[in-house]
Nanobody, 122 residues
Framework: QVQLVESGGGLVQAGDSLRLSCAAS????????MGWFRQAPGKEREFVAA????????YYADSVKGRFTISRDNAKNTMYLQMNSLEAEDTAVYYC???????????????WGQGTQVTVSS
């Protein structure tokens, strides 16, 4: 089992940057694929980015590719999402997720955080 807690959300203007963090507790953080999802008002939760256990491979939704960067620090049991050139369409609750498989972390992760709000004003 792993417990996930997000932080770093807030209100920013379009074009600004923001970095989200996801602190994990429990067992074997480094053995999990980690990911980020987001859910905007009135929309379904959608995949944003994922990273493998070592941090050597990452995966992105087309809508954020080139603007967002996912990373992890296994020594700190923490994952990050660096978000640059933010747009109003990025406004959503962002969720941290974990799974033991890549397909799982990109579709239906076993573990979720509680979410952090990101609001981008235009």
């Amino acid at each position: 089992q792993v417990q996930l807690v997000e932080s770093g959300g807030g209100l920013v203007q379009a074009g600004d940057s923001l970095r989200l963090s996801c602190a994990a507790s429990g067992r074997s953080f480094s053995s999990y694929y980690m990911g980020w999802f987001r859910q905007a008002p009135g929309k379904e939760r959608e995949f944003v980015a994922a990273i493998n256990w070592s941090g050597g491979s990452s995966y992105y939704a087309d809508s954020v590719k080139g603007r967002f960067t996912i990373s992890r620090d296994n020594a700190k049991n923490t994952m990050y999402l660096q978000m640059n050139s933010l747009e109003a369409e990025d406004t959503a609750v962002y969720y941290c997720a974990a799974d033991t498989a890549l397909r799982g972390v990109r579709t239906r992760p076993d573990y979720w955080g509680q979410g952090t709000q990101v609001t981008v004003s235009s």
